[in-house]
């Protein structure tokens, strides 16, 4: 395979994954301004920060942040790369570029998503048809993750758009932690005020984990167990070491079909273990903002040591 | 009856139908043309999600535009393909003789059969291939002749492509499309299938792989890109052959081979498929401007470490200027009298025929010498008066820039409307494939079809569409 496919392929599954994450990010967004428990223009901001788009935000509009401007900043603004619509765009751009590499099946659904969001996306989202509009995002980047699992062969093909999916998946769910992690600490665990019920469960639906919450740990919610949830629970397909067992599989399987084992994969083993091994309590013992603030750099270390190792771009 | 000027291939200079569209007819009485409507409307649906689509230049990545297709299929009978097929035999042999020739003894200018300055002052013919055998002999691994028609036993070659031809993607999807909807038709029909085209494109290809090759060859297929205008075609292509599509970016010379950057190192390549202009081939040796080339390949090509095809420099076959020559060409070359006609040409370079083409410019189509796509030509009957000033000005100024051709009564096909079938003119483009095993033409090829009524130009880039073309079984 040539190495701009590999990168095309990655890139492609990254940015379908995100146009994802940004579309649940919105809707948690949406669902706290409605039930009005906090300052909602707070809440709006700490959502740009996990997706990552305060700084380009700020740039374009000022320090206010408003409702109406951050959804449409990160719904379909053409000015930030990580917006839905730029995000799909890009996997499509990628697609493109890679579409020898696709199934018919998996290019119809890029293509398909694409044409969606630009229909949908040409104008400003009302409130009213916000619901409807990101549902139809999450059905249509569904419908690619779909075809691509249930058509293509499953080589180093598969093991590329897998890398792409999961590291961009373990980077939101670190992220949302990121900007989240106050809430979670032992300080604010007066528990039971309803404002901290609200924070929590945002978390929980930010990666659309209350449903299994609710089956590994029952109806009380707390700080501890969610956090344990997101990072170590590998049963919970969006966390830390779910993602990271997932990296590290798609890494074996290509290393058993070159017959080599570059740097990227003792860089990812050395991630999935140390999740296996650790435990909550001492990561909270040893402060969970260090903790996850090493995640990120470990990921986006990973992320460049994968393009080196298979040569995307040289 | 009532005779029309035009030759209609469906219902002749009258009202009789013709032969080859007996078994279409039938079936297209008994249709509902409300059910037309909306099969027209779900083959453009079918070409957008699929993303068959052409890219206009200097616009942006959202302009990516489909070209019309057209439900009504073109319909050729066997025994006129057979004649044509010969014909393009014919022409394709002699060209690639051609080509030899004038990159080695020139004996057909010897022969004084083509004025010697014709080639060596023709901006098409590259020095660098003096002397040069390509692998197995063929320089033209694909052609695309362009024929109109112009009576019921009556073609012209109108343009041969003997550089990089496009189009034959078109050619497979509407196939594709027309199975797809409208399967009862090919159960009553016996059309000959083009779907071969791709495996028999890459075991020709195969075939004049160079002599560095060990084991079975590796193919690529070379784009300038994804923002190129043919884009598509390159991925698909690429795609139905199973072979690798790259970019100049993605290749290097390494020990005297071309080599493709892969996840696991760099990986030679043997034959290249390039859709890439000459100049834009090699920095080393054209153009040291082009960041689209490989640099050396043109000395890996010398050495016999890899297979370029189309091999550069036969532009120079399909110069406007010397297609005035081809009927001298194929009898020179194959000892026969041409089969296909050519269209009297006037080269505008000769003193006597600049003056017969300024006194009758309002009945004459006008070509530039090196120009494609429609662009820069002039349509006489149809110009304007100050679209004639301005050509006679540009004839005086440059008149070796330019060639003149009498404008031909184009055959018209119909096409489906909103009122249901109206005639519109067509021409036709067969792919050829040449390997050291021989020539092949798939038989059916690229219908064009100028969407306007009266309109003779069928250029994608000028609004013009593209039909289903079918050759019937005996």
């Not at chain 1, 999740?275 to 603030?293: K, P, S, T």
């Not at chain 2, 008994?30 to 890219?55: H, M, P, S, W």
């Not at chain 2, 290809?205 to 205008?229: E, H």
């Not at chain 2, 540009?394 to 249901?420: C, D, E, M, N």
Request: net charge negative; with cysteine; hydrophobic share 40%.
């Amino acid at each position: 395979m040539l190495g701009k496919t590999a990168n095309g392929l990655y890139w492609m599954f990254r940015y379908i994954e995100r146009a994802e994450n940004i579309a649940r990010l919105i809707e948690t967004g949406q669902r706290m301004a409605l039930t009005r428990s906090s300052a909602a223009e707070d809440e709006w901001a700490s959502i740009l920060d996990t997706a990552g788009v305060r700084d380009s935000y700020t740039e374009k509009h000022g320090d206010a942040v408003t409702k109406e401007g951050a959804i449409d900043w990160m719904l379909r603004d053409p000015d930030n790369a990580s917006s839905v619509l730029s995000a799909v765009s890009n996997a499509r751009l990628n697609a493109r570029m890679v579409r020898t590499a696709l199934t018919h099946e998996v290019w119809e659904a890029m293509n398909g998503c694409y044409m969606e969001a630009r229909n949908i996306l040409a104008r400003k989202v009302g409130e009213r048809d916000l619901p409807e509009v990101l549902n139809k995002m999450r059905q249509r980047t569904a419908l690619v993750r779909g075809a691509t699992h249930g058509t293509m062969l499953r080589n180093d093909i598969y093991d590329f758009a897998r890398i792409g999916t999961f590291l961009e998946r373990a980077d939101n769910t670190a992220r949302i932690l990121d900007v989240k992690y106050y809430v979670l600490l032992p300080s604010a665990m007066a528990v039971g005020s309803s404002l901290d019920n609200v924070q929590w469960e945002t978390i929980l639906r930010s990666v659309s984990g209350r449903g299994g919450y609710r089956m590994v740990h029952g109806n009380r919610i707390r700080p501890r167990d969610i956090a344990q949830f997101l990072m170590l629970d590998k049963r919970m397909p969006r966390s830390l070491n779910f993602c990271c067992s997932k990296l590290l599989d798609n890494l074996d399987y290509l290393a058993s079909d070159y017959g080599n084992t570059p740097p990227s994969h003792h860089m990812a083993r050395a991630m999935t273990d140390q999740f296996a091994l650790h435990d909550v309590d001492a990561i909270f013992e040893l402060g969970l903002h260090e903790y996850i603030q090493e995640v990120l750099t470990s990921l986006s270390k990973l992320g460049r040591q994968i393009e080196v190792d298979y040569r995307f771009y040289e | 009856m009532e005779q029309n000027d035009t030759f209609d291939e469906m219902w002749g200079r009258g009202q009789e139908l013709r032969v080859p569209y007996n078994g279409f007819q039938d079936w297209f009485e008994g249709e509902d043309i409300a059910r037309l409507r909306a099969k027209q409307r779900e083959a453009e649906e079918v070409f957008r999600l699929t993303g068959i689509t052409f890219n206009v230049y200097g616009r942006s990545e959202a302009e990516e535009r489909l070209i019309p297709f057209d439900i009504i299929p073109r319909i050729i009978s066997a025994r006129e393909w057979l004649k044509l097929s010969r014909g393009i035999e014919q022409r394709v042999q002699a060209i690639n003789a051609f080509l030899y020739d004038i990159y080695h003894r020139q004996e057909i200018v010897r022969a004084g059969r083509i004025p010697a300055e014709m080639i060596s002052r023709n901006e098409a013919f590259l020095p660098q291939m003096i002397g040069m055998a390509p692998p197995g002999g063929v320089y033209t691994h694909i052609a695309g002749i362009d024929l109109v028609r112009t009576s019921d036993d009556e073609f012209y070659v109108l343009e041969d492509n003997a550089r990089t031809p496009s189009g034959v993607s078109y050619m497979l999807e509407n196939r594709e499309t027309m199975l797809q909807m409208f399967p009862e038709l090919f159960s009553t029909n016996r059309v000959q299938p083009v779907s071969n085209y791709p495996r028999s494109l890459q075991r020709s290809l195969a075939n004049c792989a160079p002599p560095a090759t060990l084991g079975d060859p590796t193919v690529a297929v070379l784009t300038p890109g994804i923002y190129n205008s043919a884009y598509y075609e390159h991925s698909f292509l690429a795609d139905q052959m199973g072979v690798e599509l790259v970019e100049g970016h993605d290749l290097r010379v390494i020990d005297g081979r071309v080599a493709m950057r892969t996840t696991q190192g760099y990986k030679p390549i043997d034959v290249l498929y390039r859709r890439l202009d000459d100049e834009f081939l090699d920095p080393l040796n054209f153009n040291p401007d082009s960041a689209l080339g490989v640099p050396g390949i043109m000395d890996v090509y010398r050495a016999g470490g890899i297979t370029i095809a189309n091999a550069p420099g036969t532009g120079i076959a399909d110069d406007k200027a010397i297609y005035s020559y081809m009927p001298d060409i194929v009898e020179f070359y194959t000892g026969e009298k041409a089969i296909l006609q050519n269209v009297p040409t006037w080269r505008c370079s000769e003193l006597d025929s600049l003056a017969y083409v300024l006194d009758n410019l309002s009945e004459l189509v006008v070509k530039e010498v090196h120009g494609s796509g429609g662009y820069g030509m002039l349509i006489g009957p149809a110009a304007s008066k100050k679209e004639l000033a301005e050509f006679t000005r540009k004839l005086k100024a440059r008149p070796s820039h330019y060639i003149a051709q009498p404008t031909l009564a184009l055959s018209t096909v119909p096409i489906f409307t909103r009122s249901g079938l109206a005639p519109r003119h067509v021409d036709l483009r067969p792919f050829v494939l040449v390997s050291p095993d021989g020539i092949e033409i798939t038989p059916g090829g690229l219908t064009r079809v100028a969407l306007k009524k009266g309109s003779l130009v069928v250029n994608s880039s000028q609004g013009g569409g593209t039909k289903d073309t079918w050759v019937l079984e005996d």
